[in-house]
């Protein structure tokens, strides 16, 4: 697979979640021979400030400009002392922005980014950086939590729906578990939300569903184990995370084609919801490349 994931952009603000990222981006970079692009962004101050005396916007640009040289000494330094190659920049601004800038410029396949959320008033309005970059990046993210340990992903679950655009996921899982030598599970839930079904209708319909996933396009070669499963939850993104969790995933991989402009603002996707509750990493895939 010598076009996937040629290049990796790891976006890092030196925290915690940001150094376990770093591991995903390196266990990704070496199965794939991916480059990476580790890219700091230092918080911009406010324009109100810069209409201060001139003496005041010197050492404003002063204290900025140390802050990106250290910034980029700390880099270097754990460039040498992991003694992995990888591209550094330093940028000012908004993170988000940033991170969408420089993954469009440096043409970068995938985006690897640790969850770090903002207050909870915060995330209900903005959204997180994650979230952030999640709605507005045309390539994949990996958004990554922290968690001790080696990077693994013997199994992978792809969530579906039956939409036109689960093509799209499956084909990403299919490159994903050819690299790391995968077994893939494609889950569906079945959201009863509050409403209650009697156990010959339940079963039923748990045959219709699993029948339906079965009955998908095989693919040519297999050589990776698929199975198809289908669980019951009052919502899609309880149902993911709970048997994800519960199954030992180590990777989840899901569009975000979903929701209305409107309900994704107030609400969020299934997919934020899935990155806000789990602690399996996850893969997710832009609407435009859903829509390819």
């Not at 030992?248 to 990155?275: A, D, P």
Request: hydrophobic share 45%; with cysteine; proline share 4%.
């Amino acid at each position: 697979m010598p076009d996937f994931l040629k290049k990796i952009l790891w976006a890092t603000d030196f925290s915690d979640e940001a150094q376990e990222a770093f591991l995903y981006a390196d266990a990704f970079a070496k199965t794939f021979k991916s480059s990476i692009v580790a890219l700091h962004v230092v918080p911009d101050f406010s324009p109100a400030l810069y209409d201060m005396a001139y003496i005041v916007k010197g050492e404003l640009a002063r204290r900025l400009a140390f802050v990106k040289e250290e910034a980029k000494k700390k880099l270097n330094t754990m460039k040498k002392a992991k003694g992995i190659p990888f591209k550094i920049i330093v940028k000012e601004g908004t993170a988000s922005k940033k991170i969408i800038e420089v993954a469009e410029k440096e043409k970068v396949d995938l985006i690897v980014i640790g969850r770090r959320g903002m207050s909870a008033i915060e995330k209900l309005f903005i959204g997180s950086v994650a979230n952030q970059v999640l709605r507005c990046s045309s390539v994949p993210i990996l958004v990554t939590k922290k968690k001790r340990g080696k990077p693994r992903f013997k199994k992978i679950i792809v969530p579906t729906d039956f939409s036109d655009q689960e093509e799209v996921e499956r084909d990403f899982a299919w490159k994903l578990a050819r690299g790391f030598g995968s077994d893939i599970t494609l889950l569906h839930v079945l959201e009863l939300h509050d409403y209650e079904f009697s156990p010959r209708v339940l079963d039923d319909l748990f045959k219709s569903l699993l029948k339906r996933l079965k009955q998908r396009k095989k693919r040519e070669k297999a050589d990776i184990k698929v199975s198809e499963e289908v669980c019951r939850a009052i919502n899609a993104s309880i149902g993911i995370v709970d048997y994800a969790e519960t199954h030992n995933f180590g990777l989840i991989v899901i569009s975000t084609c979903v929701q209305s402009k409107l309900e994704r603002f107030f609400l969020g996707s299934t997919t934020e919801k899935v990155i806000s509750y789990t602690h399996i990493p996850i893969f997710a895939i832009p609407p435009l490349l859903c829509a390819d």
